[in-house]
């Protein structure tokens, strides 16, 4: 089936001359104008087309090819001087093979068959009886199932449907009051256009830098190619109805429970002014070049190149509320940096992911991990998880649990911090789940500090090839 529906528009143009070279016309060159592309976050885009066009006088009748085939009909809007809309509608139905055929049902195509020994081509005429599955044809009084058998069978089609569009067409009734050539600017919004950020950082341990190259990835599923755009990019995510994503909110962490830890992009957020333009409350990341985004393609564009920013590198275990482990466990490894414009960065980060490179010995720039971070303000203190610390390790212990009274308990907590390293390291090592039950931090051998109500932190140096303990008792009412 599928080799005789591709043979029939291969055959269809000599035969209906008039009618395809319009079709095939419409398909050789944009109809586009002067096109402006706002790429959101969250598959959205706004699509602003200027098109030249020569109207007449009263009611006249304006086809515009070449749009999105994810446009939102009910966001269209329409500008023309002189002239006001009075219907418009949106052609979907794309000509096709398999729709050219299913339009024809009822109607009459002619079949060319080639004799596979021969050559010898035979016409007869046929009627369309459905198009379910297969293609059941009426052939001189009797019924035929063209099947995809590999003979050499073709059809031939009269004319194409007024239905069918070579492209996403947008057709327009308009009420002009004047004779002339006049710009239109047709404006909507489209789902199939989006954008992310990715990041690639290499990290110079000895110099405590990292150089930062920040790339953008446009893709395109619309069903339309966008020539010669002006595209600007918004940073955040928009309000928008199509958007199905529903908030589901964060399970607490239940006694007993022994979360892994967590690879989470820790950020303090900045304070900083970023010198970039604003929409509202979002940043706007304009391309410096007009460009074509195709149909089904990805397309990467520079937007950030910030050389020797301050950097460092350390270590994170955050050990979940009556979290205990009869082996050491592996701290993350984090690497240390500011967007800030003291730090040498001074932007807002779109968010993506940021994939960090080390030199090796020889001077080869390696993987070493990657993590996401979120939309982040300029100025913010970022902390990047890339992976498991193979030399520092951490085991959490519960040492004792008492009953304290009726409804309160004591629990006695140990983690013991080894570093294979050759040089010495500090850990910030997290006790998280204490916003359970009304828990405090009655003892420590070591100055924590309380970020939140949910955790306490301790900053904790480990000497090279050697070890630290840290010690604390909490009071809790459940």
């Known amino acids: 089936m599928r080799k005789i529906l591709v043979g029939c528009l291969a055959l269809a143009a000599p035969l209906c001359a008039a009618p395809f070279a319009a079709i095939a016309q419409e398909g050789s060159a944009s109809a586009q104008g002067d096109l402006s592309v706002t790429i959101y976050n969250n598959d959205v885009a706004l699509v ?24 939102r009909p009910e966001t269209v809007s329409l500008t023309v001087p002189d002239a006001a809309i009075v219907e418009q509608n949106f052609d979907f139905d794309l ?13 009459t195509i002619t079949l060319v068959r080639t004799n596979p020994a021969t050559g010898a081509e035979t016409r007869e005429r046929a009627r369309v009886l459905a198009v379910n599955g297969g293609v059941v044809l009426e052939v001189n009084g009797h019924v035929e199932v063209l099947r995809d058998d590999g003979l050499p069978v073709r059809a031939i089609f009269d004319r194409v449907p007024e239905s069918l569009r070579a492209r ?8 002009s009051t004047r004779t002339g050539r006049r710009p239109a600017t047709l404006s ?8 992310s950020a990715d990041y690639v950082a290499l990290f110079d341990d000895r110099n405590g830098t990292v150089d ?10 619309s069903g339309t190619t966008f020539n010669n755009a002006r595209t600007l990019l918004v940073a955040g995510e928009v309000g928008s109805t199509g958007d199905s994503e529903s908030y589901m909110p964060m399970p607490r962490v239940r006694p007993g429970s022994r979360p892994q830890p967590r690879r989470t992009t820790q950020v303090q957020p900045g304070t900083e002014s970023a010198d ?9 990341y304009p391309l410096a070049e007009r460009t074509t985004i195709a149909d089904k393609q990805t397309k990467q564009v520079s937007f950030l190149d910030a050389k020797g920013v301050s950097a460092s590198s350390g270590y994170r275990f955050e050990n979940g509320w009556l979290g205990t482990s009869s082996e050491s466990r592996s701290a993350q490894s984090l690497l240390r940096f500011a967007n800030s414009g003291a730090a040498g960065l001074g932007d ?14 020889r001077g080869q720039p390696q993987f070493t991990g990657e993590n996401r971070i979120e939309h982040t303000p300029q100025g913010s203190a970022i902390a990047l998880p890339t992976g498991d610390a193979f030399d520092v390790k951490v085991q959490p212990t519960v040492v004792s649990r008492t009953r304290q009274g009726t409804d309160r308990w004591r629990t006695q907590m ?18 998280g789940g204490l916003d359970w039950g009304d828990t405090r931090l009655t003892e420590e051998n070591r100055k924590s500090e309380r970020r939140d109500a949910g955790s306490a932190v301790w900053q904790v140096p480990v000497p090279a090839n050697g070890e630290a303990v840290v010690t604390a008792t909490f009071d809790t009412r459940y």
């Open 212 to 221: 930062v190259q920040g790339w953008v990835t446009l893709s395109n599923t």
């Open 414 to 431: 140990r983690y013991r911090l080894t570093n294979a390293r050759a040089r010495a390291v500090t850990v910030e090592l997290v006790q």
């Open 276 to 284: 970039r333009e604003q929409l509202g409350d979002f940043y706007l």
């Open 188 to 195: 909507y919004l489209s789902g199939g256009l989006g954008w």
């Open 168 to 175: 996403p067409t947008l057709s327009v009734s308009l009420a």
């Open 95 to 107: 000509l096709t093979p398999s729709s050219l055929m299913e339009k024809a049902v009822g109607e």
């Open 348 to 361: 807002a980060l779109p968010a993506g992911t940021v994939r960090v490179y080390v030199r090796d010995a």
């Open 48 to 71: 602003q087309d200027v098109r030249q066009l020569d109207l007449g006088n009263g009611r006249v009748r304006q086809s515009f090819p070449d749009v999105s085939a994810r446009i």
